[in-house]
């Protein structure tokens, strides 16, 4: 169910993609990778030099942990950074590509391949593709979707958790593509309940949902950093 939530991540993400039109401009787009590669960079190394401290301080340990960082780098699977690392992959290729738009067959497709070939690469792309379709879409977020997509949360929450703790049986292959599947029908009800609030509550933030929203980026990028110290502490 954890693992929803990155997909959730990635479905938001294409959904102010879509909304902002940042594919639609080049200059909005190189800013945008610019961004998002920093972003990865800076805190990559600062993730290395808290290993560095915990590590022993000779040359081959380091040299090891330079190599290994590196390798994880240029895999764009740096731990938790492989979320800014497959975002910046994703949209570079569908900038190259011109991809502005999404199918929902396009998705489906994507979420099949994913339940056979599991590839970081393909849980950004159908995230992106999800926001992207909800973002076109001409459907009223309200009480009535409100209600059906809290409804269907839970459905897709009770088989994620039949399928993982054994309560439903079904055959290993079938079982993984009905695993994949509701994770991602667990994200998108999410994100759509939350896009019900949104319309039906709204929270106007003002200048201060810039900074709310960079501070929720901080917390997400230094997360391991604090659960660490805290277990230290304790």
Not at 16 to 29: A, Q, S, V
Not at 65 to 81: A, C, E, K, L, V
Not at 199 to 212: D, E, M, Q, T, W
Not at 219 to 228: K, R, W
Request: charged content about 15%; proline content about 1%; hydrophobic content about 50%.
């Amino acid at each position: 169910i954890v693992k929803s939530a990155v997909r959730i991540m990635f479905i938001y993400s294409g959904y102010y993609l879509r909304k902002n039109n940042i594919l639609g401009e080049h200059d909005k787009t190189q800013k945008y990778l610019k961004h998002l590669g920093t972003m990865a960079t800076v805190w990559v190394f600062f993730y290395f030099l808290r290993d560095v401290g915990y590590s022993e301080k000779t040359w081959n340990a380091v040299n090891e942990m330079i190599q290994s960082t590196m390798y994880d780098y240029i895999r764009f699977d740096s731990g938790h950074f492989w979320f800014v690392q497959n975002l910046f992959l994703a949209v570079a290729i569908m900038f190259v590509f011109q991809k502005k738009h999404f199918k929902v067959w396009e998705i489906i497709f994507l979420v099949v391949l994913q339940s056979c070939y599991y590839w970081n690469l393909l849980c950004a792309l159908t995230g992106i593709g999800i926001g992207f379709v909800l973002a076109e879409s001409k459907k009223t977020f309200d009480k009535e979707a409100l209600f059906i997509w809290l409804i269907t949360a839970m459905i897709s929450a009770g088989m994620l958790c039949g399928f993982s703790y054994g309560w439903i049986h079904v055959p290993f292959v079938l079982e993984n593509m009905l695993i994949e599947s509701m994770k991602y029908v667990l994200a998108v009800s999410v994100a759509v309940v939350a896009l019900c609030m949104d319309a039906l509550v709204p929270i106007y933030f003002g200048s201060a949902g810039r900074y709310i929203r960079k501070l929720s980026t901080v917390a997400y990028l230094s997360h391991n950093i604090f659960v660490e110290f805290t277990f230290k502490v304790a």
